[in-house]
C-alpha cells in the first residue's frame, strides 16, 4: 500500500470554528509533513515529524496546532482561522531512516476555505 | 522560503514533442527531486538526482544537475496528453532538513 489518505477532501469552516484535518499512511514511514500550498503556488513546507516528534515547525501561527498520535497518523487541528489561511493542504510520509535521500508520498490534500 | 525557480513558467506543445524545464537553485544541496501536480491534486514524485550525480534516466524523462551552476533540467521525451500536470523542483539541503519546492512549470500538451 503506497498510499496516503487524507480527510476531508474539502472544508469550509467560519473563523470561530475548530476543526481537525487528518492524514493516514501504512507504509512504515516514520517522518510526516503538513504543506500549505496557495494556488498557483509550490507548497510550503509547515511541519515536521520523525518518530512521531515534532523536528520542524516552520513558524507556524499557533491557531495551527499539529498531533502525531502514533507513526500512521497525522492531524492538523484549527481554531480560529483567518480568510487567508484558505488553501490546499497536502499531507506527506517518507522513510524515517535516511529520509532526506528518500521521496516523499504526498496525500490528495483537503481544500480549506476560511468564511 | 522559496530554493528554486523555474522557467519556463508555462509551457504549450504539442502530443510526440519533447519538452524540457529547468529549474535553478540557491544553496548547495544534498539531492534535487522532481515532482508531478495534476489540477489541484497531491504530488507524484518521479525522479531523484544526488548531488554526486549528472544526469539520470527515468522511462520516458531524463534529469540532468549541474551543481557548479546551481541547475537542474527535466526533459520529457514523446509527451502525452496525460503529462499535462505542474512540475515542481524540489531541494534537499545539505541537513536533510526539509525539502523546498520551486514556483513549478505549467505543462500543457494538446492532442
Known amino acids: 500500500d503506497t498510499e496516503v489518505t487524507q480527510t476531508p477532501k474539502h472544508l469550509v469552516m467560519g473563523m470561530t470554528n475548530k476543526k481537525s484535518l487528518k492524514c493516514e499512511q501504512h507504509m512504515g514511514h516514520r517522518a510526516m509533513y503538513w504543506y500549505k500550498q496557495k494556488a498557483k503556488k509550490p507548497p510550503e513546507l509547515m511541519f515536521v515529524?520523525?518518530?512521531?516528534?515534532?523536528?520542524i515547525n516552520e513558524s507556524v501561527p499557533s491557531r495551527f496546532s499539529p498531533e502525531c498520535p502514533n507513526s500512521s497518523l497525522l492531524n492538523l487541528h484549527l481554531h480560529a482561522l483567518q480568510p487567508e489561511d484558505s488553501a490546499l493542504y497536502l499531507c506527506?510520509?517518507?522513510?524515517?531512516?535516511?529520509?532526506?535521500?528518500?521521496?516523499?508520498?504526498f496525500g490528495p490534500g483537503t481544500r480549506l476555505t476560511v468564511t | 522560503s522559496q530554493q528554486g525557480e523555474e522557467d519556463p513558467q508555462a509551457l504549450s506543445i504539442q502530443e510526440g514533442e519533447n519538452a524540457t524545464m529547468n529549474c535553478s537553485y540557491k544553496?548547495?544541496?544534498?539531492?534535487l527531486q522532481w515532482y508531478r501536480q495534476n489540477s489541484g491534486r497531491g504530488l507524484v514524485h518521479l525522479i531523484l538526482i544526488r548531488s554526486n550525480e549528472r544526469e539520470k534516466h527515468s522511462g520516458r524523462l531524463r534529469v540532468t544537475l549541474d551543481t557548479s551552476k546551481k541547475s537542474s533540467s527535466l526533459l520529457i521525451t514523446a509527451s502525452r496528453a496525460a503529462d499535462t500536470a505542474s512540475y515542481f523542483c524540489?531541494?534537499?539541503?545539505?541537513?536533510?532538513?526539509?525539502?523546498?519546492f520551486g514556483t513549478g512549470t505549467r505543462l500543457l500538451v494538446s492532442p
Open positions: 544553496t548547495s544541496i544534498n539531492n
Open positions: 515529524y520523525s518518530y512521531e516528534k515534532l523536528s
Open positions: 524540489a531541494t534537499m539541503n545539505t541537513g536533510f532538513q526539509k525539502l523546498v
Open positions: 506527506a510520509s517518507s522513510q524515517g531512516r535516511g529520509q532526506g535521500l528518500r521521496e516523499q508520498y
